[in-house]
């Protein structure tokens, strides 16, 4: 028994629809359907016998139920999954090209002190199916060619099915999309950093440090109090040895707590010599947290202690500010809009 045909990989498709007593290259369609972004009832290639019979197995498909456009170009997609559960996906236009931003779980249960993905906890995992349908169905609208799994929810714990995500996306047959063009990004979770370590991709992983020492890292990361800063550098070094890939590490930058020239000289000296990269971002208020970003001196204050140790460093421009496209925002504005109503 099968639970989701949009996750099944290539093969798996194959197989089914073989049990199914049905022609192989509709396994090819629908795997390419899929990966242009169309769920069963939109697809044009199939009979509608054929859709019937399948629609037991859909439980992937997605339905974009809102989309605002920032004046930057941030594109911020709002969808609502097969149980009535909304996700977000952002689409952010760079020079290089298009990043999506997608999600991995529903809310998040890392419990970072600043970020309004888990202020209600995790409901549940995302499927890989519903991962990819995020990139495929933001791919009609504009062409992807980066994803970044940096939206809600930690990838890392949902890991089968990220890994699962991960092969599918980057089959030729489907949406193609090469593993030097995918970023992962984690709160630290070191056991799974390093099981991915093991399988050797070329993704670029991301680690969210937000803090160089323990004390300052457990008061804005619970996750720290399991694995704190120096665990999490180890694996990171473990990770590049194994892959050779650069890790990239983001730092969130918040008035007064962990912005100090001292802070980023403790950073500095941690990440010497380390194949890496800081990514330094004032921190998005959220109205719930009461933590307010660095000013611009700070900022770059503490951009230049880093480069002046020789640290990769850059501060990433914010986009999407206008229409509250980060972290979890709109997500659960939709989810406070829906609780005033039943009120
Ligand atoms: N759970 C993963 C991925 C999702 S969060 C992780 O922790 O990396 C994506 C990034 O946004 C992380 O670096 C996270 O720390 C950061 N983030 C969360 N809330 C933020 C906020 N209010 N302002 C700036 N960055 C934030």
Redesign the pocket.
């Known amino acids: 028994m099968i639970e989701d045909l949009v996750s099944l990989s290539y093969e798996e498709l194959s197989d089914f629809i073989k049990e199914q007593g049905e022609a192989s290259y509709r396994a090819e369609q629908i795997f390419r359907n899929y990966a242009s972004g169309f769920s069963l009832s939109e697809m044009t290639d199939i009979g509608k016998n054929l859709k019937e019979k399948l629609s037991l197995y859909e439980n992937s498909a997605i339905e974009e139920v809102k989309k605002l456009i920032d004046r930057d170009g941030t594109e911020k997609y709002l969808f609502r999954l097969r149980d009535g559960n909304y996700i977000e996906t952002v689409l952010m236009r760079y020079k290089h090209g298009n990043s999506v931003c997608i999600s ?1 779980q529903v809310g ?1 249960r ?1 419990g ?1 002190r ?4 888990t202020l209600k906890g995790k409901i549940r995992n995302l499927s890989a199916g519903e991962m990819l349908m995020q990139v495929s169905v933001v791919n009609r609208d504009n062409k992807v060619s980066n994803i970044v ?7 890392l714990d949902n890991y089968d099915n990220l890994l699962r995500f991960l092969k599918n996306v980057n089959d030729p047959r489907g949406m193609n999309i090469g593993q030097r063009h995918i970023s992962v ?3 630290g979770l070191v056991d799974k950093i390093k099981a991915l370590a093991e399988k050797k991709f070329q993704i670029t992983l ?3 440090l ?1 803090a160089p020492d323990n004390e300052t890292r457990n008061k804005l990361m619970p996750v720290n109090l399991k694995y704190g800063v120096e665990e999490v550098l180890d694996a990171c070094r473990y990770y590049i040895s194994r892959t050779g890939r650069r890790i990239s590490f ?1 730092y ?1 930058l918040i008035k007064g707590v962990n912005d100090g020239v001292e802070q980023a000289e403790t950073l500095g000296r941690k990440l010497k010599g380390m194949l890496c990269h800081v990514n330094l ?6 109205s719930e ?1 009461g ?1 307010f970003p660095s000013d611009k001196k700070t900022i770059d204050a503490f951009r230049d202690k880093l480069l002046a140790m020789k640290i990769n460093t850059t501060v990433r421009r914010t986009l999407g500010g206008e229409i509250n496209a ?3 925002q709109l997500r659960y504005q939709q989810e406070e809009d829906e609780r005033r109503e039943r009120l």
Do not use: D, K, Q
Request: with cysteine; charged share 10%.
């Open positions: 991995s998040c890392m970072c600043f970020c309004a993905s799994i940096m939206g809600v929810g930690e990838p990004s984690t709160c991301s680690v969210s937000h983001e969130t971002i004032p921190v998005n208020y959220v947290r933590l980060s972290c979890g």
